[in-house]
Every structure is written in structure tokens, then in C-alpha cells.
């Protein structure tokens, strides 16, 4: 091993050992940032919490009545196109009604055709009619010896004819179809073609009940004594002690 007297001056010797080098420690990576909205997004929730502001201060005016009422720019609206009403005819008529009856109906009506399936062709209507017959006494069918007057003894005789049954009429207001049921070649048929008048049987069906009903309801028995207390008042206001009704045979 050499001394140290013999290293040449000047000159300095190299480090036989090199110290380590500390390892670069990686530095720790940063919390993550929440996202933030871009310009656009908060630009629109801006714009939409603007207008919900100011809906909501428009309803509280409004609700105190500060500002005027404004109509629905979308509410429904009704046009009525209807051509004026003609006048096709007028008559005199010299009818008493003297009794009225208000009936109500249950109609059950299935069309179909034999030997096919009621899937295919089927139209089955359930519907209730409520329609109002009158009984009314025609005062134009008096005979000329209908009326039978003594002055002197105050009496009055008359003969009527028998009370007269009109048809029944049918409240469109109080009438209605509870369910109908169609065959699928109907429901084709349907979607092809419309048919106004397809209720119209359903309807004359009702009123044809609902007459043959008042026929024997007893109406014209009530007709009967209403026109008779009509004629009795009549003439004892008259000066009629004595006022007789008849009535001929229907």
C-alpha cells in the first residue's frame, strides 16, 4: 500500500467508493378534483332556475290577484257550422193532452247470419231507451150532437171521442248504449266504411217497446178522468150546475 508521501503533488486521488445515490421517491399523486359542469350545462341550469323563478313569482301574483287572469292557449274549442233551421210545415192542432207516461226500456238486438260464427259477423247492441208517451183527446173529431146545452136547467152533456195514443219519444239525453259487440269481419267493415244509421233499428225497437208498454199501462184511463175534471171545471165557471162526460168506444 503506498504512502501518502508518494502521490505526486497536485494531484488528488479519486474516491475508490462512491456513496449511493438515494432513490427518487415518486411523489404522491394529487387528490382527483370533483368535476366541474362545463360553460354550456351551467349556462342551462341558470336559464331554468331564471324561468322556474319567474313561474313562480307570476302564480303568487296572480294569486293575490295582482295580476290579470289569462286564458289556456290550448283549451278546447267548440265551432258550430249548423245552417239555419227551415220551417218545413205548421198545422192547427186541437189536441187536449190530458196524460203523459215516461218509460224506459232494456234492448238486447244480435244480428248475425246462420252457419258462420259469431267471431266473424256479430253485431250484438245493448241499449236503454227512455222515451214518453201522451195520451190526448182530438177535439176535431167532435160530431156536431156532441155537445148537448139546457140553459134553463144549467146542464151540459157532451161525448168525446176515446183518448188517442201517440208514439213514444225517445230522450236522447236519458238513452244510451251500454256495451255493443261486433264479429271481426263487422270491425273491418267498420274501419272502412261509417254507417250513420246503424243505431236506427235499435232506436224504432225501443220505441215500439216502450209504445205497446203504454198501451196497456193504464194511461188512457188516466187521460180519460183529466179531461173530464178539465171540462167539469170549465163549465161550472160557466154557470153549469151539471156537467156530463162520455166517452165513445175506441
Known amino acids: 500500500m503506498a504512502n501518502s508521501s508518494d502521490v505526486s503533488p497536485g494531484v488528488t486521488e479519486p474516491t475508490r467508493e462512491y456513496p449511493p445515490v438515494p432513490e427518487e421517491s415518486t411523489p404522491p399523486a394529487p387528490p382527483e378534483q370533483p368535476s366541474r359542469p362545463s360553460g354550456f350545462a351551467r349556462l342551462l341550469i341558470f336559464t ?11 302564480l303568487g301574483l296572480r294569486a293575490i290577484n295582482v295580476l290579470p287572469s289569462f286564458d289556456n292557449p290550448f283549451s278546447d274549442r267548440t265551432t258550430d257550422r249548423s245552417q239555419p233551421v227551415l ?6 192542432l186541437s189536441r187536449y ?13 244480435q244480428e248475425d247470419r246462420e252457419n258462420i260464427p259469431d267471431f266473424l259477423i256479430n253485431r250484438r247492441t245493448l241499449f236503454v231507451g227512455s222515451g214518453t208517451v201522451e195520451q190526448y183527446v182530438d177535439f176535431s173529431k167532435l160530431a156536431d150532437e156532441a155537445l148537448v146545452v139546457d140553459n134553463e ?55 215500439q217497446r216502450i209504445t205497446e208498454a203504454a198501451q196497456s199501462s193504464g194511461l188512457s184511463d188516466r187521460a180519460k178522468q183529466n179531461t173530464e175534471q178539465m171540462l167539469r171545471s170549465l163549465f161550472t165557471r160557466l154557470g153549469y150546475s151539471t156537467v156530463t162526460v162520455t166517452f165513445d168506444s175506441p
Open 48 to 58: 331554468g332556475f331564471v324561468f322556474a323563478l319567474l313561474v313562480a313569482a307570476c
Open 153 to 207: 136547467k144549467k146542464t151540459v152533456t157532451i161525448t168525446l171521442p176515446a183518448p188517442d195514443q201517440g208514439s213514444a219519444a225517445l230522450d236522447m239525453q236519458k238513452s244510451y248504449v251500454v256495451a255493443e259487440q261486433r264479429g271481426l269481419l263487422d270491425r273491418i267493415g267498420d274501419a272502412f266504411k261509417s254507417d250513420p244509421g246503424k243505431q236506427q233499428k235499435v232506436y224504432a225497437l225501443a220505441q
Open 87 to 92: 220551417l218545413q210545415s205548421m198545422r192547427d
Open 97 to 109: 193532452v190530458a196524460a203523459d207516461g215516461t218509460f224506459q226500456v232494456i234492448v238486447d238486438l
